[in-house]
């Protein structure tokens, strides 16, 4: 026999340095939404409830909800293998988001879910309790003594409300009489409705969209493309095959400035603006991982090459080859497929220099009855 020890880590410091990942608010929210698509809710609602340090944000869906069982597996650390095989539209991979997009917010994280024809159940990971006891002890919420927002679970036929408590990342030092801190509070709604836009705009535009609304007010997607737009240029569909599964590359060359009012321009471009926004988005599963950038293939962001946006669809089962972060929010191809994403952003950014250099005029006309030349 083997002689070891069993190491058990710290439960305190190990929760601390999971909020330390290196999410922001908008990153967050958007992995606990993740979770409400794979339980197939077509209503999320997230709500910012202003009380100082004492603030709270909600994150409610209409999905299919989880049993005890699935609940308490939800809230382990490593709930999934990263290795195993999943269902093709499963948004997750490492069985982490929930409580490390959780604990970069907050230090109480509590979950109520309802299954149909099933009983509401809770459960809570308070950070201060598990540094006083040392030890990994999820709490079991009585529903008559866990806050009232889980009541409107009874009213639902299925679902699932993730409350977080304690946000101190946002709310720590605010103060609830001051309305100066009230509205940097408030502000954090734009950043977050700007993100979930650009993440999910797929989820958003489909022909049976999800809907999510924050504080009651609906988000509307935002298309890195404009393809509805009439001057976008949609460059030829590439197929590649990595690792034995098939991708697709669709280059598009958006329209010159001169194309577009100052509205349209202005949303064109983009959380961020339009020199951030440029380069291949990468999609998983139909989900937003890079919004915009050049994968370390040797091109800078310049303002010439800012027409330039190209749109790859990948499976989740190619996120070891691609490298997908536990944030869901870097990736790079694989040494395999470099000279090829290299060949598509040259091809990409010469149509696109073109564009910008000859501000978007068109190269003929067949007749030029239509003009009226001063001469």
Known sequence: MENFDIVNPDPGAMIEA??????????????????????????????????????????KDNGRGMSASDLLNAMRPGSKNPLEDRDLNDLGRFGLGLKTASFAQCRKLTVGSKIRDGNIRIRCWDLEYINKCHEWRLIDIDPLHADEIFAQLKTQTSGTIVLWNNIDRIAKGLDARDSNHENLFYEQIDHVKYHLSMVFHRFLEKKNPIHIFINNRPIAPWDPFLKGHPSTQHLP????????????????????????????????????????????????????IVPGDWLGLGFRKEEFTKLARIQVDLPNS?????????????ARPPVSSRKDFRRIARLTIDKAIAIYKHRGKVAGHGSSESFNFPW
Do not use: C
Request: net charge neutral; no cysteine.
């Open 237 to 288: 569909e590439e197929r590649l095959v990595i690792s034995g599964q098939r991708i697709s590359i669709k280059p598009f060359v958006l329209p010159h400035r001169s194309k577009l009012d100052d509205r349209s321009y202005e949303r064109a471009g983009g959380p961020g603006g339009w020199h951030l926004r440029q380069g291949f988005y990468i999609y998983r599963s139909g989900r937003l």
């Open 318 to 330: 190619l996120d070891q080859e691609w490298n997908i972060d536990v944030k869901k929010s870097t």
């Open 18 to 59: 999971l909020r330390a990942f290196g999410y922001n608010l908008g990153t967050s929210i958007a992995d606990i939404v993740d979770n409400a698509i794979w339980a197939n809710a077509t209503d999320i609602w997230i709500d910012f409830f202003w009380d100082g340090e004492n603030s709270t944000i909600s994150i």
